[in-house]
């Protein structure tokens, strides 16, 4: 090519930059405000997220520029490479906080995804090529290169299935991307730096990427006096009737776990099951293990207990693993409990195998999770036993008045408070960091933390 031509087709493909020995790599700026056309946001910015069909909520700004803000990109063609492509393509998606990382798996939020349990969950979905050629057009139109009498013009384009494949392995796509580990239906109470805060929704980078993906900051958790908080918090379980006072200690103690381990409180110590038993059926123990979730307003993955082949026990975990539900909930379990895979994520690494159809073996984290089980008759190993908290109550008998509110029962109750309730549990939880995160002697067990 000719001087001449050389100039007129660096002209056609903006933010490439060409010698007379042909493309350069392509130097991506992070300055997103600066490019024109250009709405993504500066690293470290948040970006709300619709909850619905998750994309990005649009402020009244947005809507009226929504449509000419998408950014030219050049597909790989020609002398455009995948490597040129994937590092302008996945800094302004990174900034997004649409997509990320989940140990080596490019995801991302599915919100309210109806799941084998025949339940609606928000969880984390596999960025397939498929999805991902019709994701980019939502920031970026679309161009190749093409030679026409010996030069090159760019003329637009759509993303093939290929060239979507390829994206997705890029080295681009990991160093730009974010990484998250967990999602959470509601806010999270942590230590950050030494300071304690309250997580709204969104995307936070701490302990290795959090989603939240409801409750904002315009209407915030209200934190009641110690005493307001341990009332309310104890009143959950009142209507139960615990064999022993320790079985109703390990059940208050239930309530206040999961938001120990998803604010990483003990870093990433295990967390034993919550075992329900009760001395007959409809006595309350999967009941008691709903409140929990209500609680932390979430909808457990539900696992009935299956023998082996497709659609078997460890099946079930593998797909709930995957998605990153954060409770994962084994109902009325009948027979033995003889799962080598959840004894590996109750004690093991803080990973733990699971299977992707048609993708083979990937270790995903577990850290997150918070397994319960609910039984009448359980049969399990020494080991899984070793690695379970069990609550016993007896059933109330015919006639017993239990509590009525004004929504119905204590689980409608606490769904339709359920702020006040997460407030109540953060109230805890701050005296208790206060005093400075106390622990017993307790040494009959091997869960020190």
């Known amino acids: 090519m000719t001087n001449e031509e050389i100039e007129n087709f660096k002209r056609q493909f903006e933010g490439f930059h060409f010698s007379s020995n042909g493309p350069a790599p392509l130097t991506p700026s992070t300055k997103w405000q600066n490019i024109p056309g250009?709405?993504?946001?500066?690293?470290?910015?948040?970006?709300?997220v619709n909850i619905e069909i998750g994309t990005p909520a649009e402020t009244k700004q947005d809507k009226s520029l929504s449509k000419t803000r998408k950014i030219d990109v050049v597909l790989p063609s020609g002398p455009v490479s995948f490597t040129d492509t994937a590092k302008k393509i996945f800094p302004v998606l990174a900034n997004r906080r649409r997509y990320f990382v989940r140990d080596r798996l490019l995801v991302e939020i599915a919100y309210k995804k109806?799941?084998?349990?025949?339940?609606?969950?928000?969880?984390?979905?596999?960025?397939?090529?498929?999805?991902?050629r019709i994701r980019i057009e939502d920031d970026f139109t679309c161009w190749a290169c093409r030679e026409d009498h010996g030069k090159y013009i760019r003329k637009p384009s759509r993303c093939t299935n290929d060239a979507a494949r390829v994206l997705l392995k890029s080295d681009a796509a990991f160093?730009?991307?974010?990484?998250i580990r967990f999602l959470s239906a509601q806010p999270v109470y942590t230590s950050v730096q030494g300071n304690l805060e309250v997580l709204y929704r969104g995307y936070h980078d701490v302990h290795g990427g959090i989603y939240v993906s409801h409750g904002d900051k315009e209407h915030p958790i209200i934190f009641p006096e110690l005493q307001a908080a341990i009332a309310l918090i104890v009143d959950v379980v009142k209507d139960y009737d615990f064999l022993s006072p320790s079985d109703k200690s390990r059940a208050i103690a239930s309530l206040i776990s999961p938001a120990l381990r998803v604010g990483k409180f003990l870093d990433d110590a295990d967390f034993p099951i919550d075992?329900?038993?009760?001395?007959?059926s409809q006595g309350g123990k999967t009941y008691r293990l709903k409140l929990v979730c209500a609680i932390y307003g979430e909808t457990p993955y539900i696992i009935a207990n299956r023998e082996g082949g497709v659609g078997?026990?460890?099946?079930?975990?593998?797909?709930?693993?995957?998605?990153?539900?954060?409770?994962?909930?084994?109902e009325n379990f009948r027979g033995r409990m003889n799962s080598q895979l959840v004894e590996t994520c109750l004690r093991g690494t803080g990973t733990a195998p699971a299977r992707i159809p048609h993708k083979g073996e990937v270790q995903v984290s577990t850290t997150h999770i918070n397994w319960q089980l609910s039984s009448n008759g359980l049969e399990a190993t020494r080991d899984f036993v070793n690695r379970a908290v069990i609550n016993r109550n007896s059933k109330r008998p015919a006639g017993y008045k239990f509590a009525r509110y004004p929504e119905g029962d204590i689980l409608a109750h606490v769904r339709a408070n359920q702020p006040e309730y997460l407030g109540a549990i953060f109230r805890i939880i701050k005296e208790w960091f206060k005093r400075g995160s106390a622990r017993t002697d307790e040494n009959r067990h091997d869960f020190a933390e």
């Open 38 to 48: 250009c709405d993504a946001m500066p690293p470290g910015d948040e970006r709300r």
């Open 114 to 132: 109806l799941m084998k349990d025949r339940q609606l969950h928000d969880v984390f979905q596999l960025l397939e090529p498929d999805a991902f």
């Open 175 to 179: 160093q730009h991307l974010p990484t």
């Open 275 to 280: 075992i329900a038993e009760a001395n007959e």
């Open 312 to 330: 078997s026990l460890d099946e079930s975990i593998s797909i709930a693993l995957v998605a990153g539900v954060p409770f994962i909930l084994f």
